[in-house]
Nanobody, 129 residues
Framework: EVQLQASGGGLVQAGGSLRLSCAASGFTFDDYAIGWFRQAPGKEREGVSC????????YYADSVKGRFTISSDNAKNTVYLQMNSLKPEDTAVYYCAADVTNWGPSDLCRARAPYFGSWGQGTQVTVSS
């Protein structure tokens, strides 16, 4: 069973930083794409950043390029999202998800959901101005 556990959200002032973690189990971690998504009240879900070790690539939404960095620790089956220079508009519930087909990071993030996979629970990120 594919399971994902997200953590690391919190309240931070604008300009601050947070690091989100997504611990995965139940599948061969480095074979598939894993990504971070967010959804703010009244807004559509957005694919923030995705990564795939097998593709050797990452994807970032334009809204976070240069501020967020996605990385993976295959030994720990964990994907991280380092979020720097946070803005109030980054406030949302952040989710991680894995796609266990042959999708790459851009496929997963642009689709805003796995073709076939699993979601972790959300973690709230609140950025105050």
């Amino acid at each position: 069973e594919v399971q994902l556990q997200a953590s690391g959200g919190g309240l931070v002032q604008a300009g601050g930083s947070l690091r989100l973690s997504c611990a995965a189990s139940g599948f061969t971690f480095d074979d598939y794409a894993i990504g971070w998504f967010r959804q703010a009240p009244g807004k559509e879900r957005e694919g923030v950043s995705c990564i795939s070790s097998s593709y050797g690539s990452t994807y970032y939404a334009d809204s976070v390029k240069g501020r967020f960095t996605i990385s993976s620790d295959n030994a720990k089956n964990t994907v991280y999202l380092q979020m720097n220079s946070l803005k109030p508009e980054d406030t949302a519930v952040y989710y991680c998800a894995a796609d266990v087909t042959n999708w790459g990071p851009s496929d997963l993030c642009r689709a805003r959901a796995p073709y076939f996979g699993s979601w972790g629970q959300g973690t709230q990120v609140t950025v105050s101005s």
